[in-house]
């Protein structure tokens, strides 16, 4: 199968710092399920099976846009599958997951994970969780009153950020979150211009005030896409529906007086057939 290898050397000002161990951990973007799509359900099926498979895992992060439309028929056959994970897993919320008034709100789209998986304890869109010296945060950006493509971090999420992040200055972090605050140049200019995060420049602000931020892994432009900004490394990935099918692994080496290092692998994968 196909590989792509991506490296990056991240310069963070954390002098003085407890040392992090290495971490492998895997990103699933936009998997778009739905139970009326027989081809979704096998894609997802196929991408658990294949990690499954994989050495050294950690975890698995579901990115925005897990499900198609905001229903609770698609949530429980979503949980259904991941749940077959050999390693634990989060959830971040994307456009296409909450539509409050179609009885889909935040709350109600973890209390469904709750009710079909007792290992999953996760309550709020905005968490924290630790691995490896490592802290990992789920940011949430999406909208559930009025649903709609553009991301939009509210000042409350970043207050949470900023809080996090000066608690935590003597340590990386990850940042998980659905809509980009960096976007692709090219492939998809027209999607930029209607789908671009609302205020990214105070977004931009929280991240100005600390030097710990290691990286921003997101999804929902559908394409695999990777820069470094003012010492941020921000990875995108292509929908896990996209052609070749894919899932990102990304690793993160480090080595005591060094600077942490990031490695990510596009890893395709086949989709069993209806016979399978």
């Known amino acids: 199968m196909k590989k792509l290898f991506c490296l990056i050397i991240i310069l963070l000002g954390l002098t003085g710092s407890a040392f992090a161990e290495n971490i492998k951990f895997v990103q699933i973007a936009d998997a778009h399920l739905s139970v009326k799509s027989d081809y979704s359900i096998r894609v997802l099926e196929s991408a658990v099976e294949d990690i499954n498979k994989q050495q050294d895992v950690s975890f698995v992060v579901f990115d925005g846009d897990n499900i198609n439309n905001p229903n609770p028929e698609d949530l429980r056959k979503f949980v259904s599958i991941v749940k077959k994970l050999n390693v634990p897993y989060y959830i971040v919320v994307g456009n296409h997951d909450v539509y409050k008034s179609h009885n889909m709100s935040k709350v109600r789209y973890y209390e469904i994970f709750r009710e079909n998986?007792?290992?999953?304890?996760?309550?709020?869109?905005?968490?924290?969780?630790?691995?490896?010296?490592?802290i990992f945060l789920t940011l949430d950006g999406a909208k559930e009153v009025i649903p709609g493509a553009t991301g939009y971090y509210r000042q409350d999420t970043l207050a949470w950020l900023d809080k996090i992040l000066t608690k935590n200055e003597k340590k990386p972090v990850v940042i998980f979150q659905h809509f980009p605050i960096e976007y692709p140049n090219q492939g998809v200019e027209r999607r930029v211009k209607t789908t671009k995060t609302y205020r990214v420049e105070d977004y931009q602000k929280v991240l100005d005030k600390h030097h710990n931020v290691l990286a921003i892994v997101s999804g929902h432009f559908h394409v695999n896409y990777e820069t470094m900004k003012d010492g941020v490394y921000h990875i995108s990935s292509p929908s896990l529906l996209g052609m070749p099918n894919s899932y990102k692994i990304i690793d993160i080496v480090t080595t005591p007086d060094f600077s942490p290092l990031i490695y990510t692998q596009l890893r395709e994968f086949?989709?069993?057939?209806?016979?399978?």
């Open 117 to 134: 998986n007792p290992f999953f304890r996760q309550r709020s869109a905005n968490y924290k969780f630790t691995k490896n010296g490592f």
């Open 270 to 276: 086949e989709v069993k057939n209806t016979e399978n």
